[in-house]
């Protein structure tokens, strides 16, 4: 295919999406769009991988407004620092806490996790920004909790990349807890965090036990 016709093709794809939205998706729910217009109020916020296989809209067959979702390499949350940057988590996470009141935030990972397969196999590590330097950087966070993954389950095979996958969700969790926002608020009862993990190849659902810190399929 001529790269010149594939932009048409994307876009046309997309577009039919759309007008079956317009039909199934935004007419039998006029009324809770109207009420969406007056704003939002979720309950929930989830943090999600980037992947295309994890749409978690999907995967817990909300209606618009229910979640508020943020979706990154890996659903990583960076621990909380003032340094100069851009903060997109920590700006999200913000707003999620502090100005819609969200009453839990669910941080969800997922199997075949191409983020955590780097940072367990380090392939990108010493690359330049633009040819893996940003990715690099960013699953760095994933270095301290790889080293118990790496000698229990070496580095490659389904094994070792499901324990790195659940382990980065536990760095997520503990990072949020860095916040004082959320410090805060979970100490008062006013915010829940949870853990969750969901296995692409079979569809099901895991939650962590904060007892135990395993993951078991949810009921």
Known sequence: MEASTMPDRVLNHLIEGYRRFRTTG???KRERWAELREGQQPEVMVIAC????VDPSQIFDVDP???FVVRNVAALVP???TSPGHHGVSAALEFAVQVLKVKEVVVMGHGLCGGCKAALTQDLKGTEPGQGGFIADWIAMLDEA???VAQAHGTTGRDAERA????AVKVSLDNLMTFPCVRSKVAKGELRLRGAFFAISDGVLHLLDEKTGAFAPAA
Request: aromatic share 10%; no cysteine.
């Open 65 to 67: 407004g229910e979640i």
């Open 50 to 53: 980037s992947d295309s296989r």
């Open 26 to 28: 935004w007419t039998p």
């Open 146 to 148: 790889r080293e118990p």
């Open 164 to 167: 790195m996958e659940q382990a």
């Open 79 to 81: 621990p909380f620092e």
